[in-house]
């Protein structure tokens, strides 16, 4: 129920007299979930700062930015369905697909415009998330199963159409290639449509009234559809999104390489259900918000660029990484049983 | 007393129904299929071959069904393959003995499975996530472990455990289809004939009512995350010695094979439903199905399609069974009124 409400759960006024100005402000610090992975974060850009100051240069922060967009591009995909009490396997699938048949276009159609090339992406994503979503929410079935399935078939048809072939960087416009290199201010001009992007999501997940029955359905989807909640349709959409999502990454991954072949995007599902674990949002849906799986995301990616400035063994990130999911998986566990108890010793005080 | 005509419709159908029959049906047809399209499938060489490239998938599928009957899920299966195989190369390589490498490597996994099992049971913690994590560790360790380095030349007494056949059995079975066959029955019994094994379908059902009736759930649990891994351990073993090599990607996303076979076997992803022969089957069907594209010269790489077609098939094909069901009750409804 928490979450249906409003993530900033609205006081009841004797609850706000009663308390002090600062101990309400730390209160509310310490209820917004995502502070907890600010902390992790800073904490791990200073001690690493510290250690090696070159990790603050501009061409590493702008290194990092960029090297965060796909993965927190899926991850506010993955977010919108694991709110919902679902999950998208396939997504590293269709980010393949979409990678290979994306830039594919440019070689028989050299003048093709590039936001062309970005809608053919996002159409072929979007193809793959209403299969998704329609198996899900028409056929009622698991989700966990059908995208493990979709998984299996849409890398089968990438591998089909693509397989032994190979999209290389000469064959792409160099326009294509400057869009992960051009920035703004210094700042990459991909992390910022990424960044307005994922705030259109958060903003709608917020605000809209579709986007908090996500939530609602996510908490208990029975009743949810007790409520009047078309939980089929609204699932759907979150499946759609995720698919088109995860196509237009395709697309800016194809930027980012310049050399693609069938098995792009490999195992990027679970890094990006990674970040959005990390991100705090509940694996079992109804909780999170796409800011968090964002800066999960940001998380993951600097950890590996921190490892590397370090001159730490790059061997070592992925057992860091598992390490550091488990962890935030148990903290935030433990955060939210403490605050539900206080939050229900609080009521009953009230009362 | 109703006469065996006058039941309705789906009482009849539900033994035809069961997807254990259906799942048969088609390992029979992909038989069929198989040896009519090219007459090299139904040889022995080729069932040999056939044992030899599943095997190791084939056992871990066997714990997989324990888990996620018990309603839950093991995704780090691979992780804990490739941690045993870096292990077994890198002990090797550092010139430790083959028999206290062996049970160096079972304790490692049956303490990467006991990781798992207490941070479900004891913190609580969703399975999903948990092993999504522990898979990223374990594989992590193995990197660590190894490097970017490979590890071959194993005495050829144990490298012949991955490429030699049983004795008496004319060259047709290979060691892991063997212990499959073992580790299958064991299994079937535990499951279908012991207490435990309707511990493991209730607390599937649901953990609540288990708890409540004495089960001891957590303790259960745990302990199938620890045969997990221990099975895991012997299939990275297993692995290491078919291939000859010991490197740390051994087995990389064969989770989700394993999972996709438990599945189309007919185990519920929800917990509480699904059989042992189920999923002999499903290895048969899987490895079947492979095998056979692979001889009609299918890209074989692409053989996920026709995996995930078949997953799809696992789970619309039941509920088009309820589907048929529930038409044929309101048929009769309309005809009574």
């Given at each position: ?14 609850e ?7 101990a309400a402000l ?7 979930r995502e ?5 992790v974060?800073?904490?791990f850009?200073?001690?690493t ?7 603050l240069s501009a061409t590493?922060i ?11 591009l899926?991850a ?8 919902s ?5 396939s ?7 979409s ?10 159609h050299p ?6 090339v ?5 159409g ?11 198996m899900v ?5 698991p ?10 078939i849409?890398?089968g ?11 290389v960087?000469?064959?792409l416009p160099?326009a ?8 703004t ?23 809209y009234?579709?986007?908090r ?8 989807p029975?009743a949810?559809?007790l ?15 995720s698919?088109?999502i ?5 697309v ?18 679970l890094?990006?259900?990674?970040a ?7 694996i079992?849906g ?12 940001l ?22 990484w ?6 935030a ?8 049983v ?7 010793k609080r009521?009953?005080?009230h009362? | 007393m109703?006469?065996l005509?006058?039941?309705p419709?789906?009482?009849l159908?539900?033994p ?14 992909i038989l069929v299929?198989g040896?009519?399209a090219?007459?090299a ?7 040999f071959?056939l044992?030899l ?8 599928t066997l714990p997989m069904?324990?888990?996620i ?5 093991d995704?780090?299966?691979a ?9 077994l ?5 550092k010139?430790w003995?083959m ?5 160096f ?11 798992n ?10 399975s ?12 992590g360790?193995?990197t660590i ?7 071959s030349?194993?005495?050829?007494a144990?490298t ?8 008496f ?9 063997l212990?499959?066959?073992?580790l ?34 957590k ?7 620890m ?5 895991c351990?012997l ?19 064969l989770?989700?094979?394993?999972v996709?076979?438990?599945?189309l076997?007919?185990v519920?992803i ?5 059989s ?8 048969l069907?899987f490895?079947g ?14 053989t ?8 799809l ?7 088009a ?17």
């Amino acid at each position: 129920m928490r979450a249906v409400l409003s993530p900033r759960r609205q006081q009841r006024p004797d609850e706000a007299a009663s308390r002090t100005g600062s101990a309400a402000l730390v209160e509310r610090v310490f209820r917004i979930r995502e502070s907890g992975i600010v902390v992790v974060l800073a904490v791990f850009v200073a001690i690493t700062a510290a250690i090696q100051p070159r990790f603050l240069s501009a061409t590493n922060i702008q290194f990092i930015l960029v090297d965060t967009t796909v993965i927190a591009l899926l991850a506010l995909g993955e977010t919108m369905v694991v709110i919902s009490r679902n999950v998208d396997l396939s997504i590293g699938s269709v980010l393949g697909l979409s990678a290979y048949a994306s830039s594919n276009l440019f070689g028989p159609h050299p003048g093709i415009p590039i936001p062309v090339v970005f809608l053919a992406g996002l159409g072929i994503g979007l193809a793959c998330g209403v299969v998704n979503g329609f198996m899900v929410a028409a056929g009622r079935v698991p989700s966990l199963v059908v995208t493990l399935a979709t998984l299996y078939i849409i890398r089968g048809i990438d591998i089909l159409l693509f397989s032994g072939k190979q999209v290389v960087s000469a064959s792409l416009p160099d326009a294509f290639l400057q869009i992960p290199r051009s920035t703004t201010l210094g700042i990459p001009n991909v992390a910022i449509a990424v960044a307005v992007v994922i705030g259109m999501g958060a903003y709608y997940l917020r605000t809209y009234r579709s986007g908090r029955e996500l939530y609602a359905i996510g908490s208990n989807p029975e009743a949810a559809r007790l409520a009047g909640i078309p939980v089929g349709r609204r699932v759907f959409t979150a499946f759609a999104i995720s698919g088109a999502i995860a196509g237009l990454a395709g697309v800016l991954w194809a930027a980012q390489y310049g050399t693609i072949d069938t098995s792009a995007g490999t195992g990027y599902e679970l890094q990006a259900i990674s970040a959005v674990v990390v991100g705090g949002v509940a694996i079992f849906g109804g909780s999170g918000s796409v800011i968090g799986a964002a800066l999960g995301a940001l998380l993951l990616s600097t950890i590996t660029t921190a490892l590397y400035v370090l001159g730490i063994s790059p061997f070592w990130d992925q057992a860091i990484w598992g390490f550091l999911l488990i962890v935030a998986i148990a903290l935030d566990r433990t955060i939210t049983v403490r605050l539900t108890s206080a939050l229900r010793k609080r009521r009953t005080r009230h009362a | 007393m109703r006469s065996l005509t006058d039941r309705p419709l789906p009482d009849l159908l539900r033994p035809a129904l069961r997807w254990e029959t259906g799942l048969a049906v088609a390992v029979i047809l992909i038989l069929v299929i198989g040896s009519a399209a090219t007459p090299a499938f139904l040889t022995g060489n080729n069932l040999f071959n056939l044992g030899l490239s599943n095997g190791e998938i084939a056992i871990m599928t066997l714990p997989m069904t324990l888990i996620i009957i018990s309603g839950e899920i093991d995704l780090s299966v691979a992780s804990i393959l490739g941690m045993s195989s870096a292990l077994l190369g890198y002990l090797w390589s550092k010139g430790w003995p083959m028999p206290a490498i062996f049970v160096f490597v079972a304790v490692v996994g049956i303490l990467a499975g006991a990781v798992n099992g207490v941070l479900v049971t004891r913190l609580r913690l969703p399975s999903l996530a948990v092993t999504i994590g522990t898979l990223a560790l374990y594989r992590g360790i193995a990197t660590i472990i190894l490097g970017p380095n490979t590890v071959s030349n194993f005495p050829t007494a144990y490298t012949n455990l991955g490429i030699n056949s049983v004795p008496f059995t004319g060259n047709d079975m290979t060691w892991s289809t063997l212990i499959f066959i073992v580790l299958a029955i064991i299994f079937g019994v535990v499951l279908h004939a012991t207490p435990l094994g309707r511990s493991i379908y209730a607390m599937g059902a649901s953990a609540e009512a288990a708890q409540f009736a004495g089960i001891r759930v957590k303790r259960i649990k745990t302990g199938l995350y620890m045969l997990s891994g221990l099975i895991c351990a012997l299939a990275g073993v297993l692995w290491t010695f078919r291939l000859d090599t010991a490197v740390q990607n051994n087995g990389l996303g064969l989770e989700l094979s394993v999972v996709a076979i438990v599945l189309l076997a007919g185990v519920s992803i929800f917990g509480g439903k699904g059989s042992i022969i189920g999923v002999v089957l499903g290895v048969l069907a899987f490895a079947g199905i492979q095998n056979a594209l692979l001889l009609t010269n299918f890209n074989q790489e692409a053989t996920g399609i026709v995996t995930g077609a078949l997953l799809l098939a696992s789970v619309f094909l039941p509920n088009a069974g309820l589907f048929l069901s529930s038409a044929s009750r309101r048929i009769r409804r309309l005809s009574q009124s």
